[in-house]
């Protein structure tokens, strides 16, 4: 039994994608079903893989195959990128038509099994040479079948507005990567004839490669998006507010030097957005939109929060989102999520500007805070 470099980096990665699945399926952080459909999709991909590369240790005709895992992993795929942008067809069940190759092709691999009868011999009246065309046909089909619902996905993936941007660019990378490798698939055969190059071999590994990357980022992004959701939900039913020290008692103790009354209406009317509209919870905010939004220009505003607040237009915002992510902290409803997700909700566009932001305000990092306030 020897194994290749190419064996080995097709093993790891059936190891770590197998423990996503696992993650998602026995860890308390992935409950919704839209996790269930990724899940279903990795799986497919890694029993595709294991029947394909290993082919020599997998029986013939065996357990394995009797699911045509193949058509399931793009309609799974398409399935977990409709439930995660919550487009409308995800609860249609006219979309289930889509489920029928899956299930056809998978009918045909149990009658084999347990009846010991070939339909695709059956079909082509037992002729060798017709068999292998209905087969390649079979291969054609499910690549443009795969293509066409990863291509639909990516474009329904890039449309919506429901996602947070870092949830958007990893489907989206995803689905890109998977149409490609498709693609490549379909001209392997071409290229290996005109270069003599066994493009297939590299394929499986680079969806080994494929399935590590997505095995480290999707445990990352799953988890970060349901925990902003959840938390979204916590903020809207008011739970941030349940306590005595407000967001606008911390801007107080924050903003000392500033007088509201005394100071140029348009600062107070900045100010009330940041209050009372919570303009810096959108991680998208510019300095144009909000100069916009008071009816003045770029350069008024930096000179008006120079002079009344000392201050600049991110260091102004950022003060915001910190104070919101403090408020978080202090609510023991929230100490089941993690500092990433509580500053992406505050604000935040990365870890990094959270950390360094929260540093610069409370002289200390976000950890270090949240551990003292729970010791105290």
């Known amino acids: 039994m020897n194994f290749t470099f190419f064996d080995i980096l097709i093993i790891l990665g059936l190891a770590l994608s197998f423990f996503l699945v696992v993650l998602i399926f026995f860890s308390k952080s992935f409950r919704k079903d839209v996790h269930y459909y990724f899940a279903t999709a990795i799986i497919s991909i890694n029993f595709f893989l294991i029947i394909t590369q290993f082919e020599s240790f997998v029986p013939s005709n065996g357990i394995l195959e009797l699911i045509s895992w193949e058509f399931l992993f793009p309609f799974a795929f398409m399935m977990f990128s409709l439930k995660a942008i919550r487009h409308p067809l995800n609860s249609n069940r006219k979309i289930w038509f889509l489920s029928i190759p899956f299930i056809l092709f998978s009918s045909f691999q149990c009658i084999d099994f347990f009846f010991d009868f070939d339909v695709y011999d059956w079909l082509v009246g037992y002729d060798e040479n017709k068999l292998i065309y209905i087969i390649e046909a079979k291969t054609i089909f499910f690549l443009l079948f795969s293509i066409a619902l990863i291509g639909f996905s990516y474009f329904k993936i890039k449309n919506a507005n429901t996602l947070y941007k870092a949830e958007r660019k990893w489907l989206k990378l995803n689905s890109l990567f998977l149409s490609f490798f498709l693609l490549i698939w379909i001209l392997s055969g071409v290229i290996d004839t005109i270069y003599d190059f066994p493009v297939w071999e590299y394929l499986l590994v680079v969806l080994a490669i494929?399935?590590?990357?997505?095995?480290?980022?999707?445990?990352?992004?799953?988890?970060?998006?349901?925990?902003?959701?959840?938390?979204?939900?916590?903020?809207?039913?008011?739970?941030?507010?349940?306590?005595?020290?407000?967001?606008?008692?911390?801007?107080?103790?924050?903003?000392?030097?500033?007088?509201?009354?005394?100071?140029?209406?348009?600062?107070?009317?900045?100010?009330?957005?940041?209050?009372?509209?919570?303009?810096?919870?959108?991680?998208?905010?510019?300095?144009?939109?909000?100069a916009k939004k008071l009816d003045i220009s770029e350069g008024y505003l930096s000179e008006l929060l120079k002079t009344n607040l000392h201050t600049n237009f991110n260091d102004f915002v950022n003060e915001y989102r910190v104070n919101h992510s403090i408020k978080m902290f202090q609510n023991k409803k929230f100490d089941i999520f993690t500092i990433e997700a509580i500053g992406f909700e505050a604000g935040f566009k990365s870890k990094s500007v959270f950390y360094n932001s929260f540093k610069k305000v409370k002289k200390k990092s976000p950890g270090i805070y949240r551990k003292e306030l729970k010791m105290s």
Not at 220 to 243: A, F
Not at 270 to 288: G, H
Request: glycine share 2%; net charge positive; hydrophobic share 40%.
């Open 210 to 290: 494929f399935l590590m990357i997505i095995t480290f980022f999707g445990v990352h992004h799953l988890n970060i998006s349901e925990q902003r959701k959840q938390i979204s939900k916590l903020v809207v039913k008011g739970s941030i507010q349940n306590h005595k020290e407000t967001i606008a008692e911390l801007e107080l103790e924050n903003l000392t030097t500033l007088s509201l009354s005394k100071t140029n209406k348009k600062i107070e009317l900045l100010i009330s957005l940041m209050k009372q509209e919570n303009y810096y919870l959108d991680s998208n905010l510019t300095r144009t939109a909000v």
